[in-house]
Structures are given as structure tokens and as C-alpha cells.
């Protein structure tokens, strides 16, 4: 049992690049999520999915796109990376999005020159 | 733009003391309020999650909550080295929206 697993753990990218971070999680959880976190700042939601075949819009969308592939599965995809998009970002998911625990990813850093 | 607000630190602690974290919300109508613990390099884990006025318990940790104030806490008794972290405060508002502070940085001292 392995929780939520994140691909790559690190990355880096030039300005304009585009690439797919991958998480999976194993609990058979329905809700996922995305974050990113920069130093001095807390978590900020990019996008979550809710249920499989669901996916809305968090506090910081914007040059991001996600996929809930299945249940299992929910990718985010930079399609032109910025150097503002630098920072960690973490999976996450619950059973539902009522549920009172988030179980996160062990984190990809993401450096973007 | 609803904000949770917690002190930055960094907050030193001689060991065996009590930490005392700190945070405010300001969306009113938020129901749940979470701790979660973050180590240097780590991903965050949850510690405690509360949702009434008052205190609750679990083993060195008490969160306490105060809706009328905005405002919630994280008491660590009997701080060890092993507590220092940094400790993120999150608040789930009527939005079902959950909203992290930028943390406090602990640090317990042998």
C-alpha cells in the first residue's frame, strides 16, 4: 500500500516547455487534489477532482490543466512552462471531499528557468 | 479573498515546555479546522482536525477552537525535538474550499 505517489519527485525545465506531473494513489479514494507550495505561502489549491470524471478549478488555475485519467490517476500538465510556475507541488486525496483527512504526495520541485 | 492568518516565527521552545501555534479566518461560515505538521523537505500530514468551540485532545496535542473570535490553536505539551516543524493551519470554508495558512515554523530545543 503505497498512498499517493508523485512522478517525477524532481524536475527541471526551460521557459516555454510543457510537461505532465503524474499521481496515483492506491486507497481508492474518490476526491484529488493539486497544490502548489512557495516558500512563505501555504498550500494554494490548483485544481482538485471531486469524483472520477470531475475536475474544477481551484484559487490558482491558471496555466495548468488537469486530467482525472481514472479512478486512480489525476495528472496536471503545464503546456508552457513560466518561471512563476517554480515551486513544489503536491498531490493529494480523500475518500470524498467531506472527508476531514488529505493524504499528500511526497512532493515534485519544479524548477523553470 | 477569505485568508487564514498564522504567525510566521520561527517559534522557539525549550524542550519539555508548551508550544502554543496561532491562527485566524476570516470566512465566518467555516466548519472545519485542521493541523497538519510539515517537515523540512517533507509533505504535509494531518495531526488534528476540529469542529466545535472548545478544546479536544489527543495525547500531546490539543486544538482549540473559537468560532465567535475566528480563531483556532494548537497547544503541544511536553515539547520534544522531535516536534519541530513547521505547522500548517487549514480551514475548510462554506465553499467546502480548503484554505492553508503559510505556516509556523517550531523549533524545540534540547
Known amino acids: 500500500n503505497a498512498g499517493v505517489t508523485q512522478t517525477p519527485k524532481f524536475q527541471v525545465l526551460k521557459t516555454g516547455q510543457s510537461m505532465t506531473l503524474q499521481c496515483a494513489q492506491d486507497m481508492n479514494h474518490n476526491s484529488m487534489y493539486w497544490y502548489r507550495q512557495d516558500p512563505g505561502m501555504g498550500l494554494r489549491l490548483i485544481y482538485y477532482?471531486?469524483?472520477?470524471?470531475?475536475?474544477d478549478k481551484g484559487e490558482v488555475p491558471n496555466g495548468y490543466n488537469v486530467s482525472r485519467l481514472n479512478k486512480r490517476e489525476f495528472s496536471l500538465r503545464l503546456e508552457s512552462a513560466a518561471p512563476s510556475q517554480t515551486s513544489v507541488y503536491f498531490c493529494?486525496?480523500?475518500?470524498?471531499?467531506?472527508?476531514?483527512?488529505?493524504?499528500f504526495g511526497p512532493g515534485t520541485r519544479l524548477l523553470v528557468l | 479573498q477569505k485568508e487564514v492568518e498564522q504567525n510566521s516565527g520561527p517559534l522557539s521552545v525549550p524542550e519539555g515546555a508548551i508550544a502554543s501555534l496561532n491562527c485566524t479566518y476570516s470566512?465566518?461560515?467555516?466548519?472545519?479546522f485542521f493541523w497538519y505538521r510539515q517537515y523540512s523537505g517533507k509533505s504535509p500530514e494531518l495531526i488534528m482536525f476540529?469542529?466545535?468551540?472548545g478544546d479536544k485532545e489527543d495525547g500531546r496535542f490539543t486544538a482549540q477552537l473559537n468560532k465567535a473570535s475566528q480563531y483556532v490553536s494548537l497547544l503541544i505539551r511536553d515539547s520534544q525535538p522531535s516536534d519541530s516543524a513547521t505547522y500548517l493551519c487549514a480551514v475548510r470554508d462554506s465553499a467546502r474550499q480548503l484554505t492553508f495558512g503559510s505556516g509556523t515554523q517550531l523549533t524545540v530545543l534540547p
Open positions: 476540529i469542529y466545535s468551540n
Open positions: 493529494a486525496s480523500s475518500r470524498d471531499r467531506d472527508q476531514e483527512t488529505q493524504y
Open positions: 470566512d465566518r461560515g467555516s466548519q472545519s
Open positions: 477532482s471531486a469524483s472520477e470524471g470531475t475536475t
